[in-house]
């Protein structure tokens, strides 16, 4: 996203992206593969229980074999987006307001 060999200062060029100048010296730690496992599994599992949240998906992977703890997978999902962000109203669980 920025060019660090250009000639303009590194706070300069992050004025004008309108970022944070902290973005711009920060580099993003890569993911685990461990994590990645999980979350391919994690995306498995919402294909067939769309409803399920933290709680049940972490029961699910411990049925699995998986140590996992639910704040773990909870922000796993989140890094995923979307992956039990709803409720169980959206996805389908229960029926709608006056059907």
């Not at 303009?8 to 944070?20: E, H, M």
């Not at 294909?47 to 998906?57: H, K, T």
């Amino acid at each position: 996203m920025i060019d660090r060999s250009h000639g303009l200062a590194l706070s300069t060029k992050a004025r004008l992206l309108g970022v944070a100048r902290s973005t711009v010296y920060r580099e993003p730690e890569p993911v685990p593969a461990s994590d990645l496992a999980v979350m391919r599994r994690i995306d498995e599992l919402h294909l067939d229980c769309p409803f399920a949240g933290s709680r049940m998906m972490r029961s699910m992977l411990v049925n699995e074999g998986v140590s996992i703890g639910r704040t773990h997978v909870r922000t796993l999902m989140r890094r995923m987006g979307g992956a039990g962000q709803g409720s169980a109203c959206e996805a389908g669980g229960m029926p709608a307001e006056g059907s």
